[in-house]
């Protein structure tokens, strides 16, 4: 019998889910290339540990760009070190395949995945849109004829969809995700105290000290950075209301992604979901008080899912064991 895995195929993190053992690996999404021959390196964990510290002979690069796939044979390469990985020592038969995708892809950038995944070793590649599921994921009834609103924050994207009847009915998705809140810290520290910080350490300061309102109690943390005057290392003290200011804009557009699909939602949807609520999932939804900002903005009220980060993983993998239900909301060979 062919094994069942669901990976969500993320722009800063792989997660892959197997049937019977639940999410068996969680790996940045990160390929360290040898600039002499492109052979690969290093995948996930210890290419990361490479970003911003390599030479010149390799090269650390993120295949994955905004959800879809920015360099295609990188791409390759990971999905068959993490297909590999998950089948075990012995892979006697082809996997079948299930992978998320932005709501918003083309034809091309859908064909492209499933195309990787195909070549990467998989009997069989079906894709599912990233907010049906996180949806999934999140135990959210989505078979039912009622309106469920999911906002998934990942990486690269943020997919704020309605969902009824095991499928999408109005969906956006903006290329704003946690990658871009560590982009708009680094721009206010170096703009504020002219330090230059890594990307990585930028992620640090968000999870750390991170809000999306200001805290009565505001958190502090010292970041060590380079002096862009000096040209010397330097340690500054920042505070969480300071990263607040810093993420009004990527916050901003996430905010305006809810209104956009709120104003298109049919209305016997949208009084199911001023009852319900909308649930967030991804990461990035675990930004202190990002769940509050929505309910203010919006007047509906928002609640954070059951392990945000896994849901679109385990949705993954809970759609391919579910596969004859959801078969008209996939995509898989019917691609041109």
């Known amino acids: 019998m062919a094994r069942k895995i669901g990976i969500d195929l993320g722009t800063a993190n792989v997660l892959v889910y197997v049937k019977g053992k639940g999410i068996v690996l969680s790996e940045p999404s990160v390929v360290a290339l040898s600039t002499r021959d492109n ?16 030479p010149e002979s390799i090269e650390v690069v993120r295949p994955m760009r905004n959800g879809v796939i920015a360099d295609y044979m990188v791409t390759e390469a990971m999905l068959k070190y993490f297909i590999g990985r998950a089948g075990g020592r012995f892979r006697l038969n082809k996997p079948e395949v299930m992978i998320c995708i932005p709501a918003g892809v083309t ?3 859908m064909r492209a995945v499933r195309d990787a995944a195909l070549a990467a070793g998989a009997r069989q590649a079906w894709l599912i849109r990233e907010p049906l599921a996180a949806a999934i994921g999140a135990n959210i009834p989505v078979a039912q004829p009622s309106g469920n609103l999911i906002i998934d924050i990942g990486g690269g994207t943020t997919e704020v969809a ?28 170096k703009r504020k105290y002219n330090i230059l910080i890594g990307e990585r350490t930028a992620e640090n300061v968000k999870i750390e000290i991170g809000s999306a309102l200001p805290l009565e109690t505001p958190l502090t943390m010292q970041v060590r950075g380079r002096d862009q005057v000096a040209g010397l290392p330097r340690i500054i003290e920042v505070n969480s209301n300071e990263i607040t200011d810093a993420l009004q804009e990527p916050l901003e557009a996430v905010i305006n992604a809810v209104r956009a699909v709120l104003v298109e939602t049919p209305p016997e949807l949208s009084s199911d979901i001023i009852e319900k609520g909308m649930i967030m999932t991804g990461g990035g939804s675990m930004l202190r008080r990002v769940n509050e900002l929505l309910t203010q903005v919006t007047g509906v009220p928002c609640y954070v899912a059951d392990q945000p980060a896994n849901c679109v993983a385990i949705g993954t993998g809970l759609a391919l ?16």
């Open 162 to 189: 309605v969902i009824s009847l095991n499928d999408i009915v109005v969906s956006t998705s903006v290329r704003v995700g946690g990658n871009k809140f560590d982009e708009a810290i680094v721009n206010y520290i």
């Open 39 to 54: 052979r690969v390196k290093a995948v996930g964990a210890e290419a990361l540990a490479m970003l911003g510290r390599e």
């Open 321 to 336: 064991e579910n596969l004859d239900i959801l078969k008209d909301s996939l995509s898989g060979d019917d691609i041109n």
């Open 107 to 109: 034809s091309v950038e």
